[in-house]
C-alpha cells in the first residue's frame, strides 16, 4: 500500500510543475521528501513568500486531495501531503484495481473457471484450477509489471555514484546480469499509455523482443522525449529493473518501440501479456500457497460419476415399469439426452466441474419431465374413448405448450446464473441450459419419431403405457 501511495505522490510532482507552470506562479523546486519518521509529503520552494501564498492558492483550487501546509523553513516553502480519505481511497482502489488486472491476466493463461476475489483490507485469494506450471503462473500474476522510461544521468560519475551513494535527484538501478546503471530520478514516459504488446522477434539478431505501442497522448510524449534527447540514453526499466537502455538516433514519432533483452520467447510472450492486462497498482507478494492434490479431485469425480449412473439408472427403471412400451422409448431418448450433452460441450471446450456433473445429474431427472406430461396426456385421451392414433397426436400437441413454458423458465434461470455468477455457479449453468436444450429435442422429437416409427398404420386397439 505504500508504495501506491508514493507513486501517487510521483504522479503529483509533474502535475504541480504543469499547474503551477499555467498559473504562472514562480517556483523553483517541487520534489518528493520523507520525514525523520518515513512519512511521506511533497516539498516545494518558491522565489518569495507571495508566490507561496499564490502557490497554496492553486493547490487548494485544483487538487483537493491535497492538504496544503507551512513548511518549517520559512514562508517561501511548502508541504504539500495527500488526505487521510484519499490514501483510504487510494488503498481500496489499489485492491480492486489489482483484481481486476489480475483477472485480466489469467484469463489470458487460459486457466478454466478461475476464482479471484478479495480478502480482507490488503489481500486477494487466486484459485487456478487445473494449473500445471504454478511457479509461472505466480510469476505472471504477481509481476507488478510498471512500465518506465528514464533518462540515463552523463552527467556524474556511475563508479562515485555507486561507491558513495547517487547524487540528488538520481537513483541507481541495476540489470539483470548485476551492471548498474546512473538513471534520472524522474519517469518521463510510463506503461500507462500503452495500448498493445506482442511479443516477436528481432529482424537483425533474431532475438525475442516486445513490441509496444502508444496511445496518441504517449505517442506525443514518446515523439517529444525522443526529438529532446537525440544522442542521448534512455533506460526502460520493468519492475525497477534496466531491460534495455539504448542510445537515441533520431526522433521516433510513430509512437512504438521494442523492449529487447528478453533471455527467451517464453519470457518475452510472459512481458506482453502483463503490459497488455497493465500495471498492479501496488507490488504484491504470495503470502500462503496451497495446492489440492489429485486424488481429492479424483474421488470427487468418480462420487459425481457414479451418482450420474445411479440416478439414470433409476429413472430408466422407474419409467420402463411405470410407462411400459412408452417408458422404454423414453430411456432411448434419455440416452440420446446425456451422449448430445457431452458432445456439445466437447464442442464448445466447456470445462466438466463438479457443479457441472451436478448439472447433468439434474437434467437427468428432468429430462423425463416432459414425456410423463406427453404420456399422462395420452393416458387421459385413451380414457375419454380415443382412438390409439388420436390419443398419441393429441398428447403431444397439446402438452407442447406446458413443456415449453416450464423449461423456458428453467432456462432463463440457467443463463441468469451464467451470466452473473462465477466459477462453479457458471459449470453448472452451462450443463443445465445445454441438458434443458437437449432435453426438449429428444423428449417431443425423438420420441414421437420412435413411436410413430413403431406404430406406423397399423389398427391399435390398446396401448402398452401402463393405463390399465
Same mark, same amino acid.
Given at each position: 500500500?505504500?508504495?501506491?501511495?508514493?507513486?501517487?505522490?510521483?504522479?503529483?510532482?509533474?502535475?504541480?510543475?504543469?499547474?503551477?507552470?499555467?498559473?504562472?506562479?514562480?517556483?523553483?523546486?517541487?520534489?518528493?521528501?520523507?520525514?525523520?519518521?518515513?512519512?511521506?509529503?511533497?516539498?516545494?520552494?518558491?522565489?518569495?513568500?507571495?508566490?507561496?501564498?499564490?502557490?497554496?492558492?492553486?493547490?487548494?483550487?485544483?487538487?483537493?486531495?491535497?492538504?496544503?501546509?507551512?513548511?518549517?523553513?520559512?514562508?517561501?516553502?511548502?508541504?504539500?501531503?495527500?488526505?487521510?480519505?484519499?490514501?483510504?481511497?487510494?488503498?481500496?482502489?489499489?485492491?480492486?484495481?489489482?483484481?481486476?488486472?489480475?483477472?485480466?491476466?489469467?484469463?489470458?493463461?487460459?486457466?478454466?473457471?478461475?476464482?479471484?476475489?478479495?480478502?480482507?483490507?490488503?489481500?486477494?485469494?487466486?484459485?487456478?484450477?487445473?494449473?500445471?506450471?504454478?511457479?509461472?503462473?505466480?510469476?505472471?500474476?504477481?509481476?507488478?509489471?510498471?512500465?518506465?522510461?528514464?533518462?540515463?544521468?552523463?552527467?556524474?560519475?556511475?563508479?562515485?555514484?555507486?561507491?558513495?551513494?547517487?547524487?540528488?535527484?538520481?537513483?541507481?538501478?541495476?540489470?539483470?546480469?548485476?551492471?548498474?546503471?546512473?538513471?534520472?530520478?524522474?519517469?518521463?514516459?510510463?506503461?500507462?499509455?500503452?495500448?498493445?504488446?506482442?511479443?516477436?522477434?528481432?529482424?537483425?539478431?533474431?532475438?525475442?523482443?516486445?513490441?509496444?505501442?502508444?496511445?496518441?497522448?504517449?505517442?506525443?510524449?514518446?515523439?517529444?522525449?525522443?526529438?529532446?534527447?537525440?544522442?542521448?540514453?534512455?533506460?526502460?526499466?520493468?519492475?525497477?529493473?534496466?531491460?534495455?537502455?539504448?542510445?537515441?538516433?533520431?526522433?521516433?514519432?510513430?509512437? %512504438?518501440?521494442?523492449? $529487447?533483452?528478453? !533471455?527467451?520467447?517464453?519470457?518475452?510472450?510472459?512481458? =506482453? +501479456?502483463?503490459?497488455? *492486462?497493465? /500495471?498492479?497498482?501496488?507490488?504484491?507478494?504470495?503470502?500462503?500457497?496451497?495446492?489440492?492434490?489429485?486424488?481429492?479431485?479424483?474421488?470427487?469425480?468418480?462420487?459425481?460419476?457414479?451418482?450420474?449412473?445411479?440416478?439414470?439408472?433409476?429413472?430408466?427403471?422407474?419409467?420402463?415399469?411405470?410407462?411400459?412400451?412408452?417408458?422404454?422409448?423414453?430411456?432411448?431418448?434419455?440416452?440420446?439426452?446425456?451422449?448430445?450433452?457431452?458432445?456439445?460441450?466437447?464442442?464448445?471446450?466447456?470445462?466438466?466441474?463438479?457443479?457441472?456433473?451436478?448439472?447433468?445429474?439434474?437434467?437427468?431427472?428432468?429430462?423425463?419431465?416432459?414425456?410423463?406430461?406427453?404420456?399422462?396426456?395420452?393416458?387421459?385421451?385413451? %380414457?375419454?374413448?380415443? $382412438?390409439?392414433? !388420436?390419443?398419441?397426436?393429441?398428447?403431444?400437441?397439446? =402438452? +407442447?405448450?406446458?413443456? *415449453?413454458? /416450464?423449461?423456458?423458465?428453467?432456462?432463463?434461470?440457467?443463463?441468469?446464473?451464467?451470466?452473473?455468477?462465477?466459477?462453479?455457479?457458471?459449470?453448472?449453468?452451462?450443463?443445465?441450459?445445454?441438458?434443458?436444450?437437449?432435453?426438449?429435442?429428444?423428449?417431443?422429437?425423438?420420441?414421437?419419431?420412435?413411436?410413430?416409427?413403431?406404430?406406423?398404420?397399423?389398427?391399435?386397439?390398446?396401448?402398452?403405457?401402463?393405463?390399465?
Amino acid at each position: 500500500m505504500a508504495k501506491a501511495i508514493q507513486r501517487s505522490y510521483e504522479r503529483h510532482v509533474d502535475e504541480l510543475r504543469n499547474a503551477l507552470r499555467e498559473a504562472e506562479v514562480r517556483y523553483r523546486t517541487v520534489a518528493l521528501d520523507e520525514t525523520q519518521e518515513g512519512a511521506a509529503f511533497l516539498r516545494l520552494k518558491f522565489d518569495s513568500a507571495a508566490e507561496a501564498e499564490a502557490g497554496a492558492e492553486v493547490i487548494d483550487d485544483q487538487f483537493g486531495e491535497l492538504a496544503v501546509s507551512p513548511s518549517p523553513q520559512g514562508g517561501a516553502f511548502l508541504r504539500a501531503r495527500l488526505t487521510a480519505e484519499e490514501q483510504e481511497r487510494l488503498k481500496d482502489w489499489a485492491v480492486e484495481q489489482s483484481i481486476t488486472t489480475m483477472r485480466t491476466r489469467v484469463n489470458q493463461l487460459g486457466v478454466s473457471e478461475p476464482v479471484i476475489q478479495r480478502q480482507g483490507e490488503q489481500r486477494v485469494v487466486v484459485q487456478l484450477p487445473g494449473i500445471q506450471n504454478t511457479a509461472r503462473a505466480k510469476e505472471v500474476i504477481g509481476s507488478t509489471a510498471q512500465l518506465e522510461f528514464k533518462m540515463v544521468d552523463t552527467e556524474h560519475s556511475l563508479q562515485k555514484a555507486v561507491d558513495q551513494g547517487p547524487p540528488p535527484g538520481t537513483i541507481i538501478r541495476y540489470d539483470r546480469q548485476g551492471q548498474p546503471y546512473l538513471l534520472k530520478r524522474r519517469t518521463v514516459l510510463s506503461g500507462q499509455y500503452v495500448t498493445e504488446a506482442r511479443s516477436g522477434f528481432s529482424q537483425q539478431t533474431n532475438e525475442p523482443l516486445v513490441h509496444i505501442s502508444f496511445d496518441a497522448k504517449g505517442t506525443r510524449l514518446f515523439g517529444r522525449l525522443t526529438e529532446e534527447n537525440v544522442g542521448n540514453r534512455m533506460a526502460i526499466l520493468l519492475d525497477n529493473e534496466v531491460v534495455t537502455a539504448p542510445r537515441i538516433n533520431e526522433e521516433i514519432p510513430g509512437g %512504438r518501440a521494442q523492449i $529487447t533483452g528478453m !533471455a527467451n520467447p517464453e519470457e518475452a510472450h510472459d512481458v =506482453a +501479456l502483463m503490459l497488455r *492486462a497493465g /500495471a498492479l497498482p501496488a507490488p504484491v507478494k504470495v503470502v500462503e500457497e496451497r495446492t489440492v492434490g489429485p486424488t481429492l479431485g479424483q474421488d470427487s469425480i468418480n462420487q459425481g460419476m457414479k451418482s450420474i449412473v445411479l440416478g439414470f439408472a433409476l429413472v430408466v427403471l422407474f419409467m420402463a415399469l411405470y410407462y411400459r412400451l412408452f417408458g422404454l422409448v423414453a430411456d432411448i431418448a434419455l440416452m440420446l439426452n446425456l451422449v448430445f450433452i457431452v458432445a456439445i460441450m466437447s464442442l464448445l471446450q466447456a470445462t466438466l466441474t463438479l457443479p457441472g456433473i451436478a448439472g447433468i445429474v439434474l437434467t437427468v431427472g428432468m429430462a423425463v419431465d416432459a414425456n410423463t406430461l406427453i404420456f399422462e396426456r395420452i393416458r387421459e385421451e385413451v %380414457r375419454v374413448g380415443n $382412438t390409439p392414433h !388420436a390419443a398419441i397426436h393429441s398428447g403431444y400437441t397439446k =402438452a +407442447l405448450s406446458t413443456i *415449453a413454458d /416450464a423449461n423456458i423458465t428453467t432456462l432463463i434461470a440457467a443463463l441468469v446464473l451464467f451470466q452473473f455468477g462465477s466459477g462453479p455457479v457458471k459449470g453448472f449453468a452451462v450443463t443445465l441450459s445445454v441438458g434443458i436444450l437437449t432435453s426438449m429435442f429428444t423428449a417431443i422429437m425423438v420420441t414421437r419419431a420412435v413411436i410413430n416409427l413403431s406404430v406406423g398404420r397399423r389398427r391399435l386397439t390398446r396401448l402398452s403405457i401402463g393405463e390399465g
